[in-house]
């Protein structure tokens, strides 16, 4: 199985950056690392997915550690918008590989 | 931009009763998915559905449940019987290709209160 390890919560102010981990130790070697986040009141959201190597776009950058077992979402300047549950999601087996989510890391933005 | 549409946004039904919720996912897309909230609760998988066929279900998925895609638009979960435990936030998502490798779109979600 493929747990995913986050903190319940975070703090961040406006305009600085914000680095999100996420453990992932019991990863396979083909498994994407998935970040989505969940606005207040809202369905997920895509934020950012890799494999190996560092991606990044135009929402945030992911660092993903040389032995894969952790990886860190990055917001280079967080602002109120971003205030969210940041969910690291990996497949899982449970009789089918399935995409699951965590508890996730509940961002808090101060202004 | 497209976006995933889903209807009723609420939905209050009484125990024992079938529900059926309905999506629209994106229209070049061919992976469409079923998750749930309950209040306060993790996001929890459902169900994959791919080439009108369901290609991966979670436990949480039983007899009770199904899904079918009726007009090439539209993909609707039904729960047959519902119960007390029902009640969640139900969000449709859609992909281009199998959300492995891909990004999945959701929807604003519906609400199911059962009674």
């Known amino acids: 199985d493929a747990k995913t390890t986050q903190p319940n919560s975070m703090e961040s102010n406006e305009e600085e950056p914000v680095h999100l981990p996420c453990n992932h130790s019991t990863i396979s070697g083909t498994d994407y690392i998935h970040w989505y986040r969940q606005l207040p009141s809202q369905g997920p959201e895509y934020v950012i997915h890799?494999?190996?190597s560092n991606v990044n776009n135009r929402m945030a950058s992911l660092a993903i550690a040389e032995d894969r077992k952790s990886s860190t979402l990055i917001l280079h300047r967080a602002t109120l918008r971003d205030a969210a549950v940041y969910y690291c999601i990996l497949r899982d087996y449970g009789g089918s590989y399935i995409p699951t989510f965590g508890r996730g890391t509940s961002l808090i933005v101060h202004p | 931009e497209p976006e995933v549409t889903q209807t009723p946004s609420h939905q209050v039904t009484q125990m024992g009763q079938e529900v059926i919720l309905r999506c629209v996912p994106i229209?070049?897309?061919?992976?469409f998915y079923w998750y749930r909230q309950i209040l306060g609760q993790k996001v929890e998988f459902l169900v994959s559905f791919y080439n009108n066929e369901i290609s991966e279900k979670s436990e949480i998925f039983d007899d009770q449940f199904s899904v079918e895609r009726p007009d090439g638009s539209n993909f609707t979960l039904k729960i047959r019987s519902t119960k007390l435990e029902d009640s969640a936030m139900y969000f449709c998502?859609?992909?281009?290709?199998?959300?492995?490798?891909?990004?999945?779109?959701f929807g604003p979600g519906t609400r199911l209160l059962v009674l």
């Open positions: 890799g494999l190996t």
């Open positions: 229209s070049n897309h061919l992976y």
């Open positions: 998502a859609s992909s281009e290709a199998a959300w492995e490798q891909e990004t999945q779109y």
